[in-house]
């Protein structure tokens, strides 16, 4: 089961990127599937979650209005488009999944079962 994230790269401030993670092993399409970002010297924090239809989702206030998630499900893959990006946007962006079968949206990285390697986003300003 390998969770890949990519589409990491650097941006100027107010670039856009559109974030990938492509799941392998098993169908993922039941999951709910999140978005966490690291940036050097702190934890690791909430950024998006998508239920497994993709009709529920959420978001961190500091990226609400600026980041879309959605998913492709005969893909077996979630998207995090990012737009108007700010230096504060730095960071490692890991995509996870829940557990298959639990259908409750959350945004604490401690309910995510699985998790990518990361993707680098950096923010020039």
């Known amino acids: 089961v390998q969770l890949q994230a990519s589409g990491g790269g650097v941006v100027q401030a107010g670039g856009s990127l559109r974030l990938s993670c492509a799941a392998s092993g098993r169908s993922f399409s039941h999951n709910v599937m999140g978005w966490f970002r690291q940036a050097t010297g702190k934890e690791r924090e909430f950024v998006s979650v998508?239920?497994?239809?993709?009709?529920?989702?959420k978001y961190a206030e500091a990226v609400k209005g600026r980041f879309t998630v959605s998913r492709d499900n005969a893909k077996n893959t979630v998207y995090l488009q990012m737009g108007n990006l700010r230096p504060e946007d730095t960071a490692v962006y890991y995509c996870?999944?829940?557990?298959?079968?639990?259908?409750?949206?959350?945004?604490?990285?401690?309910?995510?079962?699985?998790w990518g390697q990361g993707t680098q986003v950096t923010v020039s300003s």
């Open positions: 998508i239920d497994w239809k993709g009709g529920i989702t």
């Open positions: 996870a999944a829940r557990p298959g079968g639990v259908t409750v949206v959350t945004t604490s990285r401690t309910q995510f079962r699985y």
